[in-house]
């Protein structure tokens, strides 16, 4: 598939180093998105109440975490252990592996920024772009989602809930994005010129020890611009060439090393070099 | 009590070991039912599916069914487009599988489809890149060839052929039936093809990415070749399993070794370059991406046993049991070699399906294991058991055969 360059590239850049695994960006996430949480009972299916109980949040194949954390180790024993956490979005890949498979275009790559989007009307939920991304960026909604009873009121009114048997991901919080180039509008302001922090995802701005940067990879003037070319910067699994938008960095070299395969060398399969833009 | 209903010439069993019989189908078919009511009306979550295997045993069935549902198009090709007039023997029979196969297809992708309601959006937004695209269309539209091809026969049953407007009729729809064969082959070959592609492009799945020619990967011609490698024997063990179950010869055992020797020749051509492709993979695209063949495997649910025995023991040795003539004309040894084949084509469905989304292709990521939890085997159980109610029902009241009265009434034939 044909690359497409957009002016404006929104990514991030994840500092592996800072990140204490606290999880606050999933929770951010979570609350920003409308992601449902997992409930056992669903008071308003007869037919559910009558066999057996939903997944709970403790199956964690079956949850909805558009940000998951993972956690890495260095496979030491005691003393010389280490652990990374490793949080991750949707990559909003350059050429993404999901939005060629998609049957019925629920899923797309063509809006300037560059994001991956997840169109839930349309989408039938066949989950080949979840067979397809590499990341496991993709979640299912096996079941109905259900707020228990005054969770509701906690909705956010710009995201739309989304129902059962539909795939999602994260968009970059794309409800903030389009909040951002209206103020720019009305203050007058170009809305595909946004300065570095008009725009940012609930999990960069909840990460309490700040190791998501948020911001436009094509914008010098943006702090993301100088750190996805840092020398410890790297994107995960690169050489499949899938060009992802979010960079990580990392001082330890073990660290950097997990984020591809090195069991064999040879050369990147129709991967771009490291630098972006 | 039916009796007026059968093929001319022939004996069925009573109708109470009939009604005793489909009963028994019956009641495992609503079992299944059970289990389907549960996934449309609850949700996906009953079944052992989860966000790491989207795809698992419904789509493993699928595509098992439809590479088995193949011997459907690929006689009707070799019937009808090149007279080969052997074939007419059994080509009713390939119809019947053919339908049931696809049927079943897509009665199971009904469920596994997370808004079946949405299913018609592949044709009103369809995105023209996608091999899964191809695959709605063609199913669709040969689930309806097949169809068509499958109505002749039901109205050259007894009775109803009595009746000249359906008598003219379906003389008329096998008048032109080797149009629709050709449109078959053609839409079949393509879906047949697509499935395959629909692995071969993912990037982001090295167990399954293939390099190719123009637009298809290596997958969509191996798919195609593996299919109507063991369509046609699937059907020879189908006649055969139907002749022990009734007691009666049903297919001469020429037409059972034709058959056999076209599959035989196909899954040659077929291990032939599926080798060649899987040595490929091995040294030339795995090594690109910084991974080896030995990180493919894992343990012993995800072991290279698997990919042996599919290549192996149910490739290469059926496929040399079939075109052997010795071997392939003694009865006993042609359908171990069909069973084998069978086995090896669901083996590589299975594997391309679920060993393809296991491998963690992030380094720090884990196997995980897929477990098909009952609602899923009880759906596809349903199928099969469709699949035998639609072939019992077919064998009692229509002329499937031709020679069944010449090899069972007819004295000194």
Redesign the interface.
């Known amino acids: ?1 044909q690359m497409k360059e957009f002016k404006v590239k929104w990514g991030m850049v994840i500092d592996v180093d800072k990140c204490t695994g606290c999880g606050a960006c999933m929770v951010g996430c979570q609350v920003e998105n409308n992601i449902a949480p997992m409930t056992k009972k ?1 008071p308003y ?1 007869y ?2 109440a009558l ?1 057996w109980d ?2 709970d949040a403790s ?1 964690k ?3 909805l975490t558009w940000l998951y954390v ?1 956690e ?2 260095n496979g030491k024993s005691f003393p010389e252990h280490e652990t990374a956490y ?1 949080p991750r979005p949707c990559m909003q890949c350059g ?1 993404p ?1 999901c939005v ?7 899923t797309e790559k063509n809006e300037e920024g560059g994001i991956v989007s997840q169109v839930t009307p ?7 772009c ?7 960026a ?7 989602p259900i707020w228990p009873e005054g969770m509701d009121k906690g909705l956010s009114p710009s995201t739309a809930v989304r ?5 999602e991901k994260c968009s970059f919080c794309h409800s903030r994005y389009l909040d951002a180039k209206d103020q720019a509008r009305q203050d007058g302001n170009d809305p595909m010129d946004l300065p570095d922090g008009a725009y940012n995802t609930a999990c960069a701005d909840i990460c309490p020890t700040k190791a998501i940067t948020f911001g436009d990879l094509n914008n010098p003037e943006h702090k993301v611009h100088e750190l996805a070319k840092g020398k410890n910067a790297y994107r ?2 690169e ?4 060009d992802p938008q979010v960079y990580y960095t990392s001082e330890r070299e073990w660290v950097r ?13 129709g991967a771009p070099s490291n630098s972006h833009g | 009590m039916d009796s007026k209903l059968f093929p001319e010439g022939t004996q069925r069993c009573s109708f109470g070991q009939f009604m005793l019989w489909m009963g028994f189908l019956g009641a495992v078919f609503l079992w299944g039912v059970y289990g389907a009511t549960l996934v449309l009306y609850n949700g996906i979550g009953t079944t052992g599916l989860d966000n790491y295997f989207g795809f698992g045993a419904w789509i493993t069935f699928d595509l098992a069914v439809i590479a088995l549902g193949a011997g459907a198009f690929f006689t009707g090709l070799l019937k009808y487009i090149l007279k080969i007039k052997q074939l007419e023997k059994i080509i009713n029979l390939t119809v019947i599988i053919g339908f049931c196969c696809y049927a079943g297809a897509m009665l199971i992708l009904v469920l596994d489809v997370g808004q079946p309601t949405r299913a018609w959006f592949g044709y009103w937004h369809p995105n023209v890149h996608s091999m899964l695209t191809e695959v709605i269309f063609c199913i669709t539209c040969y689930l309806i060839v097949l169809i068509i091809e499958f109505v002749p026969l039901i109205l050259e049953q007894k009775q109803l052929n009595k009746i000249p407007f359906i008598h003219a009729f379906a003389h008329n729809l096998h008048v032109n039936m080797a149009l629709f064969a050709g449109i078959g082959a053609f839409l079949s070959t393509f879906h047949q093809g697509s499935l395959g592609g629909m692995y071969g492009v993912l990037i982001g799945r090295p167990f399954a990415f293939r390099e190719g020619f123009f637009i298809w990967p290596w997958t969509f011609f191996l798919f195609i070749l593996s299919a109507v490698g063991t369509g046609p024997v699937f059907t020879v063990l189908v006649a055969t399993l139907m002749e022990k179950i009734t007691g009666k010869k049903l297919v001469d055992f020429k037409t059972k070794a034709l058959m056999a020797k076209i599959a035989g020749s196909m899954l040659s051509v077929y291990m032939f370059f599926k080798i060649i492709d899987t040595w490929a993979w091995a040294t030339g695209y795995l090594p690109s991406v910084g991974l080896t063949f030995d990180d493919m495997f894992y343990g012993f649910i995800y072991g290279k046993w698997l990919m042996f025995s599919e290549i192996v023991i149910c490739g290469i040795v059926p496929a040399i049991m079939l075109v052997v003539p010795s071997i392939r004309n003694r009865p006993g040894l042609l359908y171990t070699a069909g069973i084998l084949a069978c086995i090896g084509v669901s083996l590589n469905r299975y594997i391309f399906t679920v060993q393809t989304i296991a491998f963690p292709v992030m380094p720090f990521d884990t196997w995980q294991l897929y477990y098909p939890n009952w609602v899923e085997y009880a759906t596809s159980i349903m199928i099969i058991a469709f699949g035998f109610i639609v072939i019992s029902l077919s064998y009692r009241y229509l002329p499937v055969f031709p020679l069944e009265t010449k090899l069972n009434y007819q004295s000194g034939d």
């Open positions: 598939m669903d299916n037919v559910q066999t939903r997944d199956n194949l079956k949850t993972y890495l180790s490793l050429n592996a060629p498979v998609c049957p019925v275009v629920a349309r989408c039938i939920g066949c989950r080949y979840m067979a397809a991304c590499p990341y496991h993709r979640y299912f909604n096996w079941w109905d129902p059962r048997g539909v795939v995960l699994i050489k499949l060439g899938l090393k997990l984020g591809d395969n090195y069991n064999a060398d040879g050369g990147a399969h």
